[in-house]
C-alpha cells in the first residue's frame, strides 16, 4: 500500500515538473511550442473584429472578397478572450490581451491555406505599445505599469511567436520622494526603429491627476539594437503638443526616404484632461538625424479650420492617411466613446512635404477608438468607417483621396486588416 502511494506521488511531482516546465518555455521562448493549427482559411484578408452586444467579443476572420456582401464571425473565425490589440509583423499577426488578460499569441499562414496559432507568451502588465524591426522579424513590445517607472520593453520572434528577450528601460521620471503618488512618469506613443535609431515619443503624466503635461513635443533616442537602460537624449519641441494618444502605436512614422513625421493632438476629447495651448501638428525629423527640424512644421489646426489630429498611419510616398477631430466639445475620452458627439471624425489625406490637407471624398463623419497600423497596399487603404447607425469597410485611393463603400461589417467594428499570405 506504501509503494503505490509513493509511485503515485512521484508520478504527480514528474507531472508538475514537466508542466512547469512547458509554461516556462512558453513565456520565455526557450521551447518549442506545437503551432495549434485553427481552421480559419489565411487567404484574402485577415481581419480583427469585434461584435456587439452583452458580451462583445474579438474575433479574427477572414474574407477573399471584402467590398461587397457582409462581414461577420458567425459560425466562423477565431474566437479570443477579452478585449485584445493587435499588431502586425511581416506576414505574422500579434494579439495580446488587455486588463486581467495577460497572454498574447501570433497567428501565421502555415503554408496550406490556414491560420495557425504559433507560440505563446504572458506579461506582468498589458502590452500596450508595438512596433517591430525593419526587417520585420521581431515584435517590439512594451509594458506600462502606470505606478512604477521602469518600463519593459519584449523583444518577440515573428518565427515562432515567442519571446526572445526583455529589457527594462526607463524613458522619463520626476520622482516625488515626499509624495510618490505625484511623481511624473512616462507613457509611450510609439516604438520606432530606424538604423541604429530607437525613437519612442511620450507623454509626461503625473501619476496623482493623470494629467498629461500639455504643451510640449518629446522624443527619447536609444541605439539600436544595443537599447540601453536610458535615453541617450531625449529631444524637445514647444511649438506643438505632446506626440500622438492614447491606444494609437504611430505616433511616429517613417518615410520611405527616412524621414520621420510626428502627429500632436492635445483635445480634452482625445483623454488629455488640459487642452493643449498649442495648435494640433506635425513635426519631422529629417533621415539621418536625432533632432526635430526647426524649418518644418505643420499647423493642422490652421489647414483644417480647428481640426485637432487623432490618428496619422503613413500612406506611400509623401502622404499620410489620417483621422481628424472636427470639433473638441465633449467630454475628456469623449472620442473613445459612441456618445453622439464622438461621431466628429473626418477621414484625410495628408501631404507630408506640400502640408496639405485632403477630405477623403464620400467618407461620412465617423467613430473610431482603437486600430492597428492601417493596412495600405497598391496605392489603395482599408479601414472601418463606423457612424452611429452602421459600420462598412472602406477602400481609400490614395492618390485621389476618393473612396468606395465596401462590405458591411457585422460587429462593432474592424480593429485591423491584415495579410497573412
Request: glycine content about 10%; hydrophobic content about 35%.
Amino acid at each position: 500500500m506504501k509503494q503505490i502511494k509513493i509511485t503515485t506521488l512521484l508520478a504527480i511531482v514528474i507531472l508538475l515538473a514537466i508542466t512547469a516546465c512547458s509554461s516556462d518555455d512558453e513565456t520565455t521562448g526557450g521551447g518549442v511550442v506545437e503551432p495549434d493549427v485553427t481552421g480559419q482559411s489565411s487567404k484574402g484578408f485577415v481581419m480583427a473584429l469585434r461584435t456587439t452586444g452583452d458580451n462583445e467579443t474579438d474575433y479574427i476572420v477572414s474574407k477573399e472578397d471584402i467590398m461587397s456582401g457582409e462581414i461577420s464571425a458567425e459560425g466562423t473565425g477565431i474566437e479570443l478572450t477579452s478585449w485584445r490589440f493587435f499588431y502586425p509583423v511581416g506576414k505574422t499577426l500579434f494579439s495580446t490581451g488587455y486588463s486581467e488578460d495577460n497572454q498574447g499569441a501570433a497567428y501565421a499562414d502555415n503554408g496550406q491555406g490556414s491560420i495557425e496559432k504559433k507560440g505563446g507568451f504572458i506579461f506582468d502588465n498589458a502590452l500596450e505599445m508595438f512596433g517591430a524591426t525593419n526587417d520585420k522579424t521581431t515584435l517590439l513590445a512594451m509594458e506600462i505599469n502606470r505606478e512604477d517607472p521602469t518600463r519593459r520593453l519584449h523583444f518577440m520572434d515573428a518565427q515562432n511567436g515567442l519571446v526572445t528577450e526583455i529589457k527594462n528601460i526607463s524613458i522619463y521620471q520626476e520622482i516625488d520622494n515626499q509624495d510618490p503618488v505625484n511623481s511624473i512618469l512616462s507613457w509611450p506613443t510609439a516604438l520606432e526603429v530606424r538604423g541604429d535609431n530607437f525613437f519612442i515619443p511620450f507623454h509626461k503624466v503625473n501619476t496623482n491627476t493623470e494629467s498629461v503635461e500639455p504643451d510640449e513635443a518629446l522624443v527619447a533616442i536609444y541605439p539600436f539594437p544595443a537599447v540601453g537602460s536610458a535615453p541617450e537624449k531625449i529631444i524637445t519641441d514647444n511649438r506643438t503638443g505632446p506626440i500622438g494618444v492614447n491606444g494609437a502605436t504611430t505616433g511616429l512614422i517613417e518615410t520611405a526616404n527616412g524621414d520621420l513625421y510626428s502627429f500632436s493632438c492635445g483635445a480634452v476629447m482625445a483623454g488629455f484632461k488640459e487642452a493643449s495651448t498649442k495648435p494640433s501638428g506635425i513635426l519631422k525629423i529629417k533621415s539621418n538625424e536625432t533632432e526635430f527640424d526647426s524649418d518644418y512644421f505643420f499647423n493642422i489646426e490652421e489647414a483644417t479650420n480647428g481640426g485637432k489630429l487623432f490618428s496619422l498611419d503613413y500612406a506611400g510616398g509623401t502622404k499620410a492617411i489620417a483621422r481628424i477631430l472636427t470639433s473638441d466639445t465633449g467630454e475628456i475620452w469623449g472620442a473613445f466613446t459612441r456618445k453622439p458627439e464622438a461621431f466628429n471624425q473626418k477621414l484625410v489625406i495628408i501631404d507630408l512635404e506640400a502640408k496639405t490637407v485632403t477630405d477623403v471624398a464620400n467618407v461620412p463623419l465617423h467613430a473610431k477608438r482603437y486600430t492597428s497600423p492601417i493596412l495600405v497596399e497598391a496605392g489603395k487603404a482599408y479601414v472601418s468607417i463606423e457612424t452611429a447607425t452602421d459600420a462598412h469597410v472602406y477602400q481609400v485611393d490614395i492618390e485621389t483621396a476618393t473612396s468606395t463603400k465596401g462590405a458591411k461589417i457585422i460587429g462593432k467594428t474592424i480593429k485591423g486588416f491584415f495579410r497573412l499570405q
